[in-house]
Nanobody, 127 residues
Framework: QVQLVESGGGLVQAGDSLRLSCTAS????????VGWFRQPPGKEREAVAVTTWSGVTTYFADSVKDRFTISRDNAKNTVYLQMNSLKPEDTAVYYC????????????????????WGQGTQVTVSS
């Protein structure tokens, strides 16, 4: 059974940085497409960024493209989301999700594509 566990969230001030981690157990993360999603209060869950098996990355939210970086360390079975210059509008529960299947195009940003989900980690950015 595959489990994904997020960590690294917290309460920070605008302009600060955080690094979220998504660690897999039950399956090597190198065999998973991994996406980071977020769900702001009262809103739908949205895709933030995805990394393929080979580390190719795609960012879905224009507002994060120059501030967030998704990366993977297969030796640690972990995918990261480095978040810089955080803004209050980044406040959300952040989830990582994994799929063992090849995903392409718009499907990478569709939460229904992903089979495995973590429990989420809260990120709160104060102004």
């Amino acid at each position: 059974q595959v489990q994904l566990v997020e960590s690294g969230g917290g309460l920070v001030q605008a302009g600060d940085s955080l690094r979220l981690s998504c660690t897999a157990s039950g399956r090597t993360i190198s065999r998973l497409f991994v996406g980071w999603f977020r769900q702001p209060p009262g809103k739908e869950r949205e895709a933030v960024a995805v990394t393929t098996w080979s580390g190719v990355t795609t960012y879905f939210a224009d507002s994060v493209k120059d501030r967030f970086t998704i990366s993977r360390d297969n030796a640690k079975n972990t995918v990261y989301l480095q978040m810089n210059s955080l803004k209050p509008e980044d406040t959300a529960v952040y989830y990582c999700a994994g799929s063992p299947l090849l995903i392409s195009g718009q499907a990478m940003g569709d939460r229904r594509t992903y089979e495995y989900w973590g429990q989420g980690t809260q990120v709160t950015v104060s102004s």
